[in-house]
């Protein structure tokens, strides 16, 4: 009996291997079969690899192709959320993943195999089933540093709640929008924020970190993790001009997020099930600690 369930479930595994799924607010919506994407309009981008420093044309449907084929009417969706093979998850929110109006690749365009160097991994890595390769020649420079290139992509979530973490708020300033920009995009697959994120690293907030250790540590740790633990997992912040400016916005987009008082009052604004969701967290939060 046991084999038999075994067997199906690695059956029906190979036989979707390379289909997509699509998500709403991590509710399954649709499996999108190879075939049916690969049917689609289909579109080739020139990809600049800073390693090779060669451009690269790679094959794939427009994520707006996709967006169409799931909503046929208007939504309210405002994230984006591309998760990987290995379950790590990237995060852009869909006004910037409009600008980057990015492919989801499935082959190269001139023939050549289907991957690419890893910083991370530090190896070549299979690219696919699908890799996100954006449209950056409408983007302005200083916003590039925020479109990641995404590999083994099997999913997509699409999210109807805003991730900006209460920063329109009038408390907010431009160091700390900068520093929610540079967490979503550099820390949150590792380290989550209000149940939102991956867990491969500690809750910045739930362990305090900024209270505990101050802010000089969680910027060395940012700037050169290597610095503060021989044996990190981490990558450093990019070599940008603004790397530095970046490391202090994270320091106070957390201690900005850290104050509760004022993650209450954004509560407030909320309707009632997104309220509720919030003050489970921050509950659970506070029982952790
Ligand atoms: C690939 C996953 C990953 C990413 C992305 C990542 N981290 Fe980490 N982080 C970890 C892991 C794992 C640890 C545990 C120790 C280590 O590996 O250095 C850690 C540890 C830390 C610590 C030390 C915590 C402590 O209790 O001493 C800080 C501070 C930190 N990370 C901040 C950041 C910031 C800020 C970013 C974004 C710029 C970031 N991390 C991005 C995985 C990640």
Redesign the pocket.
Known sequence: MMTLFFTTLLFISSAFANSLNVKLDGEFVIEMKEEDLKKSNTQVVEFYNFVTKKSEPYKGVRLRELFKKVFTGPHNIVEVEFISKNGFKSYISLDQARLGDPILAFERADGEKFVRYSQKEKALVDLGPYYVVWNLKNVPLPQQPFYSSIYQVVGVNLITSSMNFGIDSKESNESIELGAR??KR??L???ALNGTGGD???S?LK?Q?LKE?GAN??KQ??LD?LK??PR????P?PAFKNREAMAQG?VDFLAFVEDPKHTLREAEKLPNKKRYLLLKALLEDAKAK
């Open positions: 540079t967490y550099y820390c697959s590792c380290h491969l690293g500690v910045l362990f970190v250790k540590y969680i740790y940012a993790p503060s633990n990190t997992k981490m990558l912040l994270l």
